[in-house]
């Protein structure tokens, strides 16, 4: 990936913590996609975006902002936004990569799911648009049993 300047990922769970020896806790993990067993809108009381983002530093002047898509969600209009203002951020690293990494959970509580879809994460620094994850909803109703 040496060149992109900028990449990252998204687990998407449904909780997470950090224990007392720094070791960071995934509960409820999903992977490619959301199995919704009822009808909509489904109401989950706790979800969690750990997402984790690094950039080549100095690439980007502008802030980052952070958005979660929700199925349903028109493109210029997403569920949850979260800005990260660059002149907050820890210095760059003197590290020879020269790599800013960040670790970013969203926690949503609850959250709502009002039908089936993609729920997305993209981060947008200028006018550049970092795919960060995607998990696909799909609704499988159970047959009734007669």
Known sequence: MADRL????????????????????????????????TAFPFVLHKFVFAIFYSETAGAFPEDITIRVF?????DN???????????ELPPPPEAEDKILRLFIPIVAQPLVLRQVGKIMVRAICGDVTTKLGTLEVVQKLEEPKV
């Open 6 to 37: 900028a990449y990252g990922l998204t687990l998407f769970c449904e909780d997470f913590r950090i224990e007392n020896t720094g070791k960071h806790m995934f509960i409820g993990v999903y992977q490619g996609g959301m199995n919704v067993h």
């Open 70 to 74: 929700l199925p349903g969600d028109a």
């Open 77 to 87: 209009a997403p569920s949850l936004e979260v800005p990260i203002v660059r002149s």
